[in-house]
């Protein structure tokens, strides 16, 4: 008998139900993901501040960049109409690595910047919301740091124009319920912005 020849030369493994089963979980994963985000939305709005656009993610459609089909995370930035010198964001780092960064778990991370008196934040890079893991030392145990925005991106990435930054970061996998989202994320975030969006840098 002839052997399949589109399955033997195959370099994909051939346990097809494993390979569903763990897309699966990834989309199930990104919908919990997702419902944790408009949860912030939610509590962000509550504060006065909305979200800047509906878009979440980057991916890529082409061939040629197959390892960015998947997100390596998901963000969301906020504005206020009285207070356009800030942007407040929120985000679930996945995979995320390169050169300098590698994860050992997913990550919840949520911050502010700052683009000084009398400025406003224009458009702004959407990798953003991943400074805190570019700070040195970072850390996810939910405490501030203040990293800089003009100089804590590697070379050649667009940065940001703000003067300043704050940030912190949870394990992703720490957040059981919306509420728990709320009271260690969104309401330390609002009180952080309160209390130093104030004094002018």
């Known amino acids: 008998m002839a052997k399949d020849q589109s399955t033997e030369d195959s370099p994909m493994s051939n346990d097809g139900e494993n390979v569903i089963a763990t897309l699966q979980q990834t989309r199930r994963f990104f919908g919990?993901?997702?419902k944790l985000l408009q949860t912030a939305d939610a509590a962000m709005e509550n504060g006065s501040w909305s979200t800047c656009?509906?878009?979440?993610i980057i991916s890529t459609c082409s061939i040629n960049t197959a390892?960015?089909?998947l997100p390596e995370f998901a963000f969301r930035y906020y504005e206020n109409e009285e207070q356009k010198h800030l942007l407040p964001f929120i985000a679930a780092l996945f995979d995320y690595e390169d050169e300098e960064i590698k994860l050992r778990e997913p990550l919840l991370t949520a911050g502010w910047y700052d683009y000084g008196t009398g400025g406003e934040y224009d458009d702004y890079p959407w990798h953003s919301a991943v400074i805190h893991v570019y700070n040195r030392e970072w850390k996810a145990d939910g405490k501030w740091r203040e990293p800089d925005p003009r100089t804590?991106?590697?070379?050649?990435?667009?940065?940001?124009?703000?003067?300043?930054c704050r940030s912190l970061a949870l394990p992703l996998m720490s957040f059981a319920s919306a509420q728990g989202?709320?009271?260690?994320?969104v309401e330390p975030l609002l009180e952080d912005i309160r209390s130093f969006s104030g004094k002018a840098k």
Do not use: H, I
């Open 53 to 56: 656009e509906n878009k979440a």
């Open 181 to 185: 989202l709320t009271q260690r994320v």
């Open 152 to 164: 804590s991106f590697p070379k050649g990435w667009a940065r940001p124009t703000a003067v300043r």
């Open 67 to 69: 390892d960015e089909w």
């Open 32 to 34: 919990e993901v997702a």
